[in-house]
Nanobody
Framework: QVQLVESGGGVVQSGGSLTLSCQVSGFQVDYVAVAWFRQAPGKEREAVFCIRGTGPWVPYLDGVEDRFTVSRDNAKKIITLQMDNLKPDDTAMYYC?????????????????WGHGTQVTVSS
């Protein structure tokens, strides 16, 4: 059974940092793309970052690579989103998703498997 479980969210002040983790189970994550999305109240879901099955990552928000980094530990089946210099606009529910394919997409409809999300709140 494929499962994705996010953790690491919380409340931080503007300029702070959080490390989100996506624990995958039910399949091997080697050579599989995993994406991070977020959705703020009243806004549409948007892609944040994706890490390809072969390693290179794909940023989907302007300037996100200046503050966020994504990495993977295939042995532990964990995909990590390191978020630094957080801003109030980063406040959202963050989700990881995969379709067990090699490539990335910024379209959430391309992903079949989703976690339940972890809340990130950034206060000003």
């Amino acid at each position: 059974q494929v499962q994705l479980v996010e953790s690491g969210g919380g409340v931080v002040q503007s300029g702070g940092s959080l490390t989100l983790s996506c624990q995958v189970s039910g399949f091997q994550v080697d050579y599989v793309a995993v994406a991070w999305f977020r959705q703020a109240p009243g806004k549409e879901r948007e892609a944040v970052f994706c890490i390809r099955g072969t390693g290179p990552w794909v940023p989907y928000l302007d300037g996100v690579e200046d503050r966020f980094t994504v990495s993977r530990d295939n042995a532990k089946k964990i995909i990590t989103l390191q978020m630094d210099n957080l801003k109030p606009d980063d406040t959202a529910m963050y989700y990881c998703a995969t379709d067990r394919r090699l490539g990335c997409s910024g379209d959430g409809r391309q992903y079949k498997f989703w976690g339940h999300g972890t809340q990130v709140t950034v206060s000003s």
